[in-house]
Antibody
C-alpha cells in the first residue's frame, strides 16, 4: 500500500536552512496534494503548508515567508525548505497525503529535526 | 487564522466508558472538521473527516457530530487501544489549524 517517508538531516545549525524530502512508495498519490505539518517536542500539531498537484502552494503566515514546499519528482518526491532556523523550529516534521477537499488521510512516520550548534 | 479550542485537555476514563471530546472554532468552519488520533511516538492518523464521516478501517465506536463552530468526537465504549491524544483540525480556510489536543488517560 502507499507509504510516505520523510528524510533529511536530523541536526541543523541556527540561521541555516532545514531541508526535508517526502518520498512516496507503494503506489500513486496523483491527484492528491501534499502537506507538511510539524510537532514541537511535547506540543501540538502545526500546519506548515501544502503543494497541490499543479504545483501551486499555500503556506502558514506564522512562518513569515521562510518556507518553500515543492514537487521534486511528480508523484514521488516532495521537498520542504525552511530558512533562517532557530531553536523554535526544532520539531518532528510530518508529510501527509492530502485529498482535494483537504483531508490529511495518510501520514509519514515523521522526522525529528533539531536546531542546535 | 481560525483558532481551535479543545476541551478537556486531559480526560481520565475507564474501559467501556462513553467519552466525548469537544472542539470549538473561533468562526464557522461549515463542516470542514477532522479528528485525528495520535499514540506516543507515532504519527497522527485520521479518524473522522467532514465532521461525521468515518475513515475506512476506523471502528464504528468512534463518531463525530456538530456544525458551524462546535463539534464533538464520541467514543461509544472505550477500548485499551483508544488511550491516546486526540486532535481536531479545521480545513475550511488557510492556514488550516489544529486544536491543542485532548489526552485520554486510563482512570
Amino acid at each position: 500500500q502507499v507509504q510516505l517517508h520523510e528524510s533529511g538531516p536530523g541536526l541543523v545549525e541556527p540561521s541555516e536552512t532545514l531541508s526535508l524530502t517526502c518520498t512516496v512508495s507503494g503506489g500513486s498519490i496523483r491527484t492528491y496534494h501534499l502537506t507538511w505539518i510539524r510537532q514541537s517536542p511535547g506540543k501540538g500539531l502545526e500546519w506548515i503548508g501544502e503543494v497541490k498537484d499543479s504545483g501551486s502552494t499555500n503556506y502558514s503566515p506564522s512562518l513569515n515567508g521562510r518556507v518553500t514546499i515543492s514537487i521534486d519528482t511528480p508523484d514521488i518526491q516532495f521537498s520542504l525548505q525552511l530558512t533562517s532556523v532557530t531553536a523554535a523550529d526544532t520539531a518532528v516534521y510530518f508529510c501527509a497525503r492530502t485529498s482535494v477537499a483537504g483531508e490529511l488521510d495518510l501520514w509519514g512516520q515523521g522526522a525529528l529535526v533539531t536546531v542546535s550548534s | 487564522d481560525i483558532q481551535m479550542t479543545q476541551s478537556p485537555a486531559t480526560l481520565a476514563a475507564s474501559i467501556g466508558d462513553r467519552v466525548t471530546i469537544t472542539c470549538r472554532a473561533s468562526q464557522s468552519v461549515t463542516g470542514w472538521l477532522a479528528w485525528f488520533q495520535q499514540r506516543p511516538g507515532k504519527a497522527p492518523h485520521l479518524l473522522i473527516y467532514k465532521t461525521s464521516f468515518l475513515e475506512r478501517g476506523v471502528p464504528s465506536r468512534f463518531s463525530g457530530s456538530g456544525s458551524g463552530t462546535e463539534f464533538t468526537l464520541t467514543i461509544a465504549s472505550l477500548q485499551p487501544d483508544d488511550f491516546a491524544t486526540y486532535y481536531c483540525q479545521q480545513y475550511q480556510s488557510f492556514p488550516y489549524t489544529f486544536g491543542e489536543g485532548t489526552k485520554l488517560e486510563i482512570k
